[in-house]
């Protein structure tokens, strides 16, 4: 075929994939950063997913979609699928809070009858940390339910709001105890649910909007009768990220150590060279182990073994949490 109807053809088929996949597109570049790149994508798919909208195209990417078992209408963070709380005939279930928690108290003793209920909510580093909290808990007495959402956060409200999410949670599954680990996407402006700008990034007014967003989650969890272990971010590769995430692990820390019932793991100083620099090794007992996913941020199964741990051992030493819910 001349190579002239060969780039035609080409450009039509990129076309006609561009028409068919424009609304997931779409979706897709309404995670990016606030900036240039986003409001381009934004100005050229927002036609084109209108289009195929209105030629009913969407149809068949819809199909393709729920084929491979994804909702082609889910919100662009994605819907939350909260369990309903399990009390088995006979168990008395554990009543919620009617005013604000004022003090830490201990953690719910669970029973076959009434099992613990713990979520763990966030962003990517929580999915992977959700798969190994399951792990570390006897099924029989404790009921895990991951809630991690990739590219969300605290900023963008308009993505994924997750303080409404986290009232959901408390409202659907009265969880006796959340995992929070989030805030690797938030280096970005703070976004109102409606789209509306809150403070930009490096201003003066977001480090205090950042952290009563982080304040409003805790207490919505810890005031609904959870308990709440907030995880820090990683130190990560690239040295660029360390004081905007340093920051965000001090807000963390600051919120959580005035909040009752609440208590924050470290995993920047934790998995840092004696010096304070990254590594993707894990030095303990004689032995090097790699813990690090080859992006410099995220880890590896073992790694996520090892945070999984110290939250387990967190949760024991503060909130005496029973060793008969713990595997091993």
């Known amino acids: 075929m ?139 007495l404790v009921r895990v339910s991951q809630q991690g959402r990739i590219s969300t956060g605290l900023a963008r409200l308009d993505y994924f709001d997750w303080l409404t999410a986290m009232e959901e949670i408390e409202d659907g599954y009265r969880p006796d105890l959340v995992i929070v680990m989030i805030g690797d996407n938030d280096n970005q402006s703070l976004q109102s649910p409606g789209g509306g700008s809150v403070a930009d990034i490096g201003s003066f007014e977001w480090p205090q909007g950042y952290e009563d967003r982080v304040e409003q989650m805790t207490r919505t969890a810890v005031d609904g009768g959870a308990h709440v272990a907030w995880v820090g971010l990683p130190i990560v590769n690239d040295k660029d990220r360390w004081p905007v995430m340093q ?26 060279t004696p010096d304070g620099d990254y590594t993707d090794f894990y030095r303990h007992d004689g032995k090097v182990e790699l813990i690090r996913a080859t992006d410099g941020f995220h880890f590896n199964p073992r790694g996520y073994e090892l945070v999984s741990q110290a939250v387990t051992d967190a949760l024991m030493d503060r909130f005496d949490l029973s060793p008969k819910a713990v595997n091993g």
Not at 256 to 268: G, K, M
């Open 247 to 272: 920051r965000q692990n001090e807000i963390f820390e600051q919120v959580i150590d005035r909040t009752p019932n609440a208590l924050y793991v470290d995993t920047w100083d934790r998995f840092a």
């Open 2 to 140: 001349p190579a002239g109807k060969v780039l035609i053809v080409m450009v039509v088929a990129l076309l006609v994939w561009a028409l068919l996949f424009a609304p997931t597109l779409k979706r897709s570049s309404e995670a990016q950063p606030l900036g240039t790149r986003r409001t381009v994508s934004l100005w050229i798919l927002g036609p084109m997913a209108a289009i195929s909208n209105v030629l009913q195209l969407t149809k068949a990417t819809d199909a393709v979609s729920s084929a491979l078992g994804k909702d082609p209408d889910a919100a662009p963070g994605g819907d939350l699928d909260i369990p309903l709380p399990t009390v088995e005939p006979g168990a008395s279930p554990s009543p919620k809070p009617t005013e604000p928690v004022t003090k830490t108290t201990p953690m719910r003793k669970p029973t076959p009858q009434e099992r613990l209920r713990v979520v763990v909510v966030g962003d990517s580093l929580a999915q992977g940390l959700g798969v190994y909290m399951e792990r570390q808990f006897r099924p029989g």
